[in-house]
């Protein structure tokens, strides 16, 4: 599977059929609030957490350490922004190389460093990243990566001021592989995952699924525990049809 951009692939693909389905699992609150209020101990974000837990399940998927994860990012980061009406989103490459020997809770430290300075550097137009990484674009397919990670949080907010969630029940991105997560607050909060059926079979990502959500649950039992550690008692069998390729 070409997670990443591999132009000597894409050269003679002119338009691309999207052919997604989505698995979703729902959650209660304490689920995130677990994650939540031991993220908040160490300093980082829940963001952090999960993006430290989709780390260590592609690692031990694909032994690779360093797999670009795209997230969006509202480029309001300047004094003054948060007024303007618009759309403001950008895409921006999240590249943190799993070490390890590393213990987990080391491992979301470094997750949280990644996020911070990826949005430091929000405003960079997703274009110019991918120019200045060298990769030809092609219209058919997002460059850089083909996994997306995202926490959708707008209604997790309660109150007078509080919006009634609408969520989709079929997919809505074209990545190969795309983490969706549905923050509720006390409502609790669904987790979709979205993916390119012609790749991956229901039964794979429905395995997939569980095991990213085992993961970002059990990282505060496992912060002392070394990557190398939790990622061997973790079974991963055949959880994707193809290798992720790099380059």
Partial sequence: IDFIQNPSTQNNI?????????????????????????????????????????????YKIEDNT???VLTVAANRQLPGQELIVGCFVNAVPLISPIKPELSIKDTLLESHTCLLDTLDNQITPF??????????????????????LTIQN???????????????DYPISA???????????EKGCAVHLEYDNTL?????????????????????????????EV??????SNLLTHHIQTQ
């Fill in 14 to 58: 002119e338009t691309r059929q999207f052919h997604h389905s989505l698995r979703r699992v729902e959650l209660g609150a304490d689920f995130l609030k677990n994650i939540s209020r031991w993220t908040t101990h160490h300093g980082c974000s829940l963001f952090s957490a999960l993006y430290t837990a989709l780390r260590l399940v592609l």
């Fill in 66 to 68: 360093d797999t670009p």
């Fill in 127 to 148: 274009q110019n990243v991918v120019s200045s990484i060298g990769i030809k674009r092609h219209k058919d397919r997002i460059p850089i990566s083909q996994v997306f």
């Fill in 154 to 168: 707008a209604y997790s907010v309660s109150g007078p001021s509080s919006l009634t969630p609408c969520v989709p």
């Fill in 175 to 185: 990545y190969d592989l795309a983490f969706i997560i549905w923050d509720f607050g």
């Fill in 200 to 228: 991956f079979t229901e039964e794979r990502m429905d395995n997939l699924l569980s095991k990213f959500l085992e993961q970002a649950q059990a990282l505060p039992c496992q912060e002392k525990k070394s990557v190398k």
């Fill in 231 to 236: 990622c061997s008692n973790i079974l991963y």
